[in-house]
């Protein structure tokens, strides 16, 4: 299956217009990251130890968020010894194409995961994630169509699993009567990425992509993502019509994770010095410590100072401010506030208790 990439420049007024109505970022907290499930034909330990394997290519795939993690050095040899990473497991029978399966459910550990990637100096993609708006039109032997969160649509159920399965935060629209105002197949087919937008604004994502599938024979289909700083198009041909929704994701994913993915390196280690306002009762200053922890490559924080609602947090880094910031602005916890001294060594942000 071929797959080919270009950067895709669109008119500057389209892309003002664009970035314009999706610079508010809603990002949504991804749970069950460091979990997955794997069919498997018995409960015997050589099967077993394949579907650890398995199971932790998963995982390293959605953390790190590079499809192709099994290229990296190191890599290969945690494979082997998936094992040592699984904090537990257990076996269970799911319901597929009208017969049993057997499952197995694994959890892996986290700080064992995270300090894998670390020495394998790949980075890790924490909790917060852009919410995306999938637009994708699929033509194939039962017509042309717009794939909606019908969840009796099999191509829109595996698109949906697809997602879930990097961690990919995306959501199918409704094509009720208010989308119908701006949506039908033509429109997405022609790629009217401002009617598109107009379109999404409803669903409150942090951008959007718009795929036309055509798999009335061999299979091609181009791909756009579209979130307030990238705009990326693609073409993804040959294959079969799931695999190729699969590598689409995949390519989604792939793209995103460069953008939001964090370097964490013993190496690196900073700290830094966060003012935040609008803390009006004592369980707001717990809340934000705990939001900073959440954040990837903070390794403390703790509170040097209170003074009213405004509270000063020192907090270790061991990545780069600017990546750091950048989850930050993910997010709506907490909101920049333009500084009103000349001191830049010390961050500023107003508390979004909403």
Known sequence: MANFWWRFNKALVTTLLLGCCLQTLQAVTVSGLYKTTVPVASESATV??????????????????????????????ALSNAVNYVQQYGYIEQAQNGQQQLMLNVTFTPAAINNLLRQSNQPIWGYNRPLLIAWVVVTDNQGTRVLTNNNLDPVATQLLQDAQDRGLPVILPTMDAVDAQYINPQVIQQNNLQVIQSASQRYQADGFFVANINATGAITSTWELVTSSKQQAWQVAGGTLLPAIKLGIDDISDALAVQYAVAVTPQTSQQIQMQVSNLEVATDYAKVQQYL????????????????????????LSSSLPAFVGQIKLGNRLLPVVQSTNNQQILSYQYNAS
Do not use: C
């Open 48 to 77: 077993q130890t394949a579907a650890f394997a398995s199971a932790l290519e998963q995982v390293l795939i959605k953390i790190s968020g590079n499809s192709q993690i099994v290229s990296v050095s190191g890599i290969n040899q």
């Open 293 to 316: 922890m959440g954040l990837t490559g903070v390794t403390s924080v703790s509170v040097s100072s209170v003074n009213n609602d405004m509270a000063t947090f020192n907090i270790n």
